[in-house]
């Protein structure tokens, strides 16, 4: 007779020593996540600039002068509007003359520039002068980012389905110090494009090497048990975001900040001694010696006794069947596909303002590194509140709730941007948006592990990703629309995390709901809620 693998963990321990073990271990892998994903909070950070004045040495100059110093008697203030120059991107002709200048006075355009450097050494801005005209670049590098991130989730998921787990994990890792210190290189000596590759590489590294740590630490722990782990994974994420600002804050210099964030890296690659293949994937590529040796270790660790099982005879099935699925299985009758795409279009949105609003922490005035280091705590009582309340309200509301309120957060904050005596307010109303919608990442990734069908379960959960690695492409163009109205940011955050949430009360709730294995169970489970007539409770929910 078959065994189920979750069967043998409910004997040799569902979340026992060796379990804490490895997520932590695994937990310090997924780190790095929050580290590279939101460097270009500072990498990518504006600077203050004016055109450089005639005869002046650039390697001496000081960016902030007299409003009067470029030889004219007019303010500053005066230029963009009355005579079409900003000392910017444009500035007269002849700014030497000294003397009163009218409207006839020609202007040029600005090929050199002074750059603010009281908060930043320097940044992409003003390594490669990524103003006027190539503005657009310095949002563009960020999403060439998140595009690795998205090319990464795919590729190396594919990878450690041929390889292995633990081995993809030590090559992203690997590849991961590699193009950083690349990344870092190429940032003093190379051109803007190279970094740009550079960045997509790091992108593609650090999506394979988080993906891989979270899959691992699914796979390792028992069904009864695996909600909270993969929920604080997310956790070890915001680690990173919070250790990111405080090591940003004493080091101003983008060289050496990406070379302390990639380097220690390396440290990772002594997982190979420290932890093991994951034993549900040998599993499934008929390892079983292999299998059996880890089981073991895990039952002595656990201080468990292994009742003979014939690793041998594990189900491997619902593998088999998953390997034939396609994401066409997902569109293919109507009332799955209204589910697919309204899961699909959570994931969007969440992509979308967390990083919106992690990315965008600079816009908000105060301090930079400590409005990062609050994005990244603020996620912390979030996962907590999830962990606590999803099995005790259902996911459907909860998602909704959270979605809601991040939304009417961010849509709050809108009077009180751009007025420094109302920052607190600003700030405090993106956190708590932050909040909202760190729970609802939190609960899709849960609710689409319940709601697929068994046979498409990993295409729906990769095709969810996929979704929401499109919202984080997207996040860094819409931060600059701060530049056309300032609150236009936030506008969009909250119209679509609002919408988001009410179309999640579509959905069917996953609860204590026996789940669908086949696709005609996922179409009747979409369209009544229940898989069968006279449903009944399914405790032991799969995550992945």
């Given at each position: 007779?078959?065994?189920?693998?979750?069967?043998?963990?409910?004997?040799?321990?569902?979340?026992?020593?060796?379990?804490?073990?490895?997520?932590?271990?695994?937990?310090?892998?997924?780190?790095?996540?929050?580290?590279?994903?939101?460097?270009?909070?500072?990498?990518?950070?504006?600077?203050?600039?004016?055109?450089?004045?005639?005869?002046?040495?650039?390697?001496?100059?000081?960016?902030?002068?007299?409003?009067?110093?470029?030889?004219?008697?007019?303010?500053?203030?005066?230029?963009?509007?009355?005579?079409?120059?900003?000392?910017?991107?444009?500035?007269?002709?002849?700014?030497?003359?000294?003397?009163?200048?009218?409207?006839?006075?020609?202007?040029?355009?600005?090929?050199?520039?002074?750059?603010?450097?009281?908060?930043?050494?320097?940044?992409?801005?003003?390594?490669?002068?990524?103003?006027?005209?190539?503005?657009?670049?310095?949002?563009?590098?960020?999403?060439?980012?998140?595009?690795?991130?998205?090319?990464?989730?795919?590729?190396?998921?594919?990878?450690?389905?041929?390889?292995?787990?633990?081995?993809?994990?030590?090559?992203?890792?690997?590849?991961?110090?590699?193009?950083?210190?690349?990344?870092?290189?190429?940032?003093?000596?190379?051109?803007?494009?190279?970094?740009?590759?550079?960045?997509?590489?790091?992108?593609?590294?650090?999506?394979?090497?988080?993906?891989?740590?979270?899959?691992?630490?699914?796979?390792?722990?028992?069904?009864?048990?695996?909600?909270?782990?993969?929920?604080?994974?997310?956790?070890?994420?915001?680690?990173?975001?919070?250790?990111?600002?405080?090591?940003?804050?004493?080091?101003?210099?983008?060289?050496?900040?990406?070379?302390?964030?990639?380097?220690?890296?390396?440290?990772?690659?002594?997982?190979?001694?420290?932890?093991?293949e994951s034993a549900r994937w040998l599993i499934a590529e008929d390892k079983y010696k292999k299998a059996?040796?880890?089981?073991?270790?895990?039952?002595?660790?656990?201080?468990?006794?292994?009742?003979?099982?014939?690793?041998?005879?594990?189900?491997?099935?619902?593998?088999?069947?998953?390997?034939?699925?396609?994401?066409?299985?997902?569109?293919?009758?109507?009332?799955?596909?209204?589910?697919?795409?309204?899961?699909?279009?959570?994931?969007?949105?969440?992509?979308?303002?967390?990083?919106?609003?992690?990315?965008?922490?600079?816009?908000?005035?105060?301090?930079?590194?400590?409005?990062?280091?609050?994005?990244?705590?603020?996620?912390?009582?979030?996962?907590?509140?999830?962990?606590?309340?999803?099995?005790?309200?259902?996911?459907?509301?909860?998602?909704?709730?959270?979605?809601?309120?991040?939304?009417?957060?961010?849509?709050?904050?809108?009077?009180?941007?751009?007025?420094?005596?109302?920052?607190?307010?600003?700030?405090?109303?993106?956190?708590?948006?932050?909040?909202?919608?760190?729970?609802?990442?939190?609960?899709?990734?849960?609710?689409?592990?319940?709601?697929?069908?068994?046979?498409?379960?990993?295409?729906?959960?990769?095709?969810?990703?996929?979704?929401?690695?499109?919202?984080?492409?997207?996040?860094?163009?819409?931060?600059?629309?701060?530049?056309?109205?300032?609150?236009?940011?936030?506008?969009?955050?909250?119209?679509?995390?609002?919408?988001?949430?009410?179309?999640?009360?579509?959905?069917?709730?996953?609860?204590?709901?026996?789940?669908?294995?086949?696709?005609?169970?996922?179409?009747?489970?979409?369209?009544?809620?229940?898989?069968?007539?006279?449903?009944?409770?399914?405790?032991?929910?799969?995550?992945?």
């Amino acid at each position: 007779m078959a065994v189920d693998y979750d069967n043998v963990l409910q004997n040799i321990g569902e979340f026992g020593k060796f379990q804490i073990i490895q997520f932590l271990l695994l937990g310090i892998g997924g780190i790095p996540g929050g580290l590279q994903n939101l460097a270009s909070v500072f990498l990518a950070a504006d600077q203050q600039f004016r055109c450089k004045k005639d005869h002046e040495n650039l390697m001496e100059s000081l960016y902030w002068v007299s409003n009067y110093s470029f030889g004219t008697n007019d303010p500053v203030s005066n230029y963009t509007e009355k005579k079409g120059w900003d000392y910017q991107c444009t500035m007269p002709i002849n700014s030497t003359l000294k003397g009163k200048v009218n409207n006839t006075v020609d202007y040029v355009e600005c090929n050199q520039w002074v750059y603010d450097s009281s908060t930043f050494e320097s940044t992409i801005v003003s390594q490669w002068d990524l103003v006027c005209d190539n503005k657009w670049k310095v949002s563009m590098s960020t999403s060439v980012y998140m595009a690795g991130f998205l090319t990464g989730c795919i590729f190396f998921g594919a990878i450690s389905d041929k390889i292995g787990r633990i081995r993809t994990f030590l090559l992203c890792s690997l590849l991961q110090v590699i193009f950083g210190v690349g990344g870092a290189l190429m940032f003093q000596y190379g051109p803007f494009s190279a970094y740009v590759i550079m960045r997509y590489l790091v992108g593609t590294t650090t999506a394979g090497q988080y993906t891989t740590a979270f899959v691992m630490i699914v796979e390792m722990i028992g069904p009864s048990w695996r909600m909270g782990p993969a929920i604080l994974m997310q956790g070890w994420f915001a680690i990173g975001t919070m250790l990111l600002a405080f090591i940003a804050y004493f080091i101003r210099d983008p060289f050496t900040l990406q070379l302390v964030i990639a380097l220690p890296i390396i440290l990772l690659l002594s997982y190979y001694w420290l932890v093991p293949e994951s034993a549900r994937w040998l599993i499934a590529e008929d390892k079983y010696k292999k299998a059996q040796a880890i089981i073991k270790t895990i039952a002595r660790k656990n201080n468990h006794t292994l009742i003979g099982i014939n690793v041998g005879l594990l189900d491997i099935e619902v593998k088999k069947d998953d390997v034939s699925a396609t994401c066409c299985d997902l569109l293919r009758m109507p009332n799955l596909r209204k589910v697919s795409i309204n899961v699909f279009f959570q994931w969007f949105v969440c992509s979308l303002v967390y990083y919106g609003l992690s990315l965008g922490s600079g816009t908000l005035g105060g301090s930079i590194y400590i409005n990062l280091f609050l994005s990244g705590l603020i996620e912390f009582p979030a996962y907590i509140v999830c962990c606590l309340t999803l099995n005790r309200f259902g996911r459907k509301k909860l998602l909704c709730s959270s979605l809601i309120f991040g939304g009417m957060a961010c849509l709050a904050c809108i009077p009180f941007l751009g007025n420094n005596d109302l920052m607190p307010y600003a700030i405090t109303f993106s956190l708590l948006g932050k909040f909202g919608i760190s729970a609802s990442f939190a609960i899709i990734y849960i609710y689409s592990a319940e709601v697929f069908p068994t046979v498409v379960r990993n295409v729906g959960i990769g095709a969810g990703s996929m979704h929401a690695r499109i919202g984080g492409l997207l996040a860094p163009q819409v931060i600059p629309l701060n530049k056309i109205w300032q609150p236009l940011p936030s506008v969009i955050y909250g119209v679509f995390a609002i919408f988001a949430g009410a179309i999640s009360l579509l959905l069917p709730e996953t609860l204590n709901m026996h789940l669908p294995e086949t696709v005609e169970d996922g179409e009747r489970f979409a369209k009544t809620g229940t898989c069968q007539p006279n449903d009944v409770p399914d405790s032991d929910v799969e995550l992945a």
